[in-house]
């Protein structure tokens, strides 16, 4: 057995696959509802019109709302489970909050909610998805965990499988993005491969992506929703308000229920995989063609860095430093230039060609240190 295998094995998770618990009829898995939850009037107007479009499963409002500061509006607090108790009963619709401490596990329980998310700002925080695993287990709730802000694999492993090990099997993770110094378009940024590796981590794990918060404007929602159902994820979380403009958090990224049920039709749905013997033969002969090209490339890296070693070799014999910086310049400014001519963007050349530069560093270090 790898490494790897190792590693899959230790991450196995007792997770119920998220089509066989998941209130959804039909893909994508669909959570909405405001970023927080303001007055009841707001919440059973936004709920009310959420439950007659039959397409949402899952309502969801904010009542304790971790703001970055502390002058923005931190929710109503308890009061709102009231409201959340209030959808369920009138509408028929499962509910959800955000929970980041045990008390508010208790509260949320108490009040019959259906399912909590824990947000970005807690999962970063061993401590406190600990005192929120312990305070759900037993517990038959839906347990969403959000992606930690920083970029960090790990840390999204490691508050799953805290709530996993306190036994809660219904349980999914919600991709929404992480933050960074650089401004940028996004609010949040994507790194979908975080994403994909959890997935390959943990093959059962629900995925839902949050658009909302991600892109941090309405503008963005429906081409990220449609890279979701691209890549496969099984549902949605969108923040819907009725009256986006007057929302106290968030106003940016809200729609209105209207808004996104068209959002949802738009969606075009790709399988995953087909059964017909045409694709089947076509994409079989296509993916021998890309492994082709992987390995030609591996075997073209294994001789630039034979061609590296000997240069190596040659520069100790003259005693000559490693770093050439103008010819390092050329040769990057080149292969940019040329990169582009034939399709390829900027960053993905710079990319490369900065990995490769470092690689023959390297392999040149290890053979000037040869005796
Ligand atoms: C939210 O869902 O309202 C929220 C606070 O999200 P996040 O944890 O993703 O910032
Ligand atoms: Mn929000």
Redesign the pocket.
């Known amino acids: 057995m790898n490494a790897q295998n190792t590693a899959i094995r230790t991450n196995r998770l007792n997770i119920s696959p998220i089509e066989e618990w998941s209130v959804y009829k039909q893909r994508p898995l669909v959570i909405a509802g405001p ?1 927080s939850a303001e007055s009841e009037e707001q919440v059973m107007s936004t709920a009310a019109a959420i439950a007659a479009s039959g397409r949402v499963d899952l309502f969801r409002a ?1 009542i304790w ?2 703001r970055t500061r502390p002058d923005q509006f931190e929710g109503v607090g308890a009061i709102g489970l009231k409201w959340l108790r209030q959808v369920k009963e009138e509408y028929g619709l499962p509910v959800s909050v ?1 929970v980041a401490t045990e008390k508010h596990v208790y509260e949320a329980l108490k009040h019959g909610l259906d399912a909590v ?1 824990i ?3 807690t999962s970063v925080n061993p401590f406190a998805m600990n005192e929120i695993a312990s305070a759900l287990r037993g517990c038959d709730v839906m347990v969403f965990v ?1 992606n930690p802000v920083n970029p960090d694999l790990e840390l999204w492993l490691g508050a799953l499988e805290r709530i996993s090990k306190a036994g809660i099997t219904r349980l999914a993770a919600i991709h ?1 993005g992480f933050s960074t110094w650089e401004k940028s378009a996004f609010r949040n940024q994507p790194r979908w491969q975080i994403a994909v590796e959890l997935r390959q981590r943990i093959p059962d794990l629900g995925m839902i992506l ?1 658009p909302s ?1 991600m892109g941090g404007n309405k503008s963005f929602i429906t081409d990220l929703s449609q890279k979701a159902m691209d890549l496969n994820y099984d549902g949605l979380m969108i ?1 819907t308000h009725i009256d986006p403009a007057s929302a106290l958090s ?1 106003k940016k990224q809200q729609v209105t229920p209207a808004e996104l049920m068209a959002l949802l039709d738009r969606l075009i749905f790709r399988s995953p995989t087909s059964n017909d013997p045409e694709y089947l033969e076509t994409i079989e002969d296509l993916r021998n063609q890309i492994d082709i090209y992987d390995n030609l490339l591996l075997d073209i890296l294994e001789s630039r860095m034979q061609v590296a070693e000997t240069i190596g070799r040659f520069k100790k014999e003259h005693n000559i430093t490693i770093l050439q910086s103008n010819r390092w310049k050329e040769v990057k400014d080149n292969a940019v230039d040329k990169g582009v001519r034939k399709g390829l963007t900027p960053e993905f050349v710079n990319i490369i060609l900065e990995a490769i530069h470092q690689e023959s560093i390297t392999h040149q270090m290890n053979v000037m240190k040869e005796e």
């Open positions: 970023c904010g709302k971790p955000e998310w947000g970005a700002r959000k929404r949050d918060h923040e968030d």
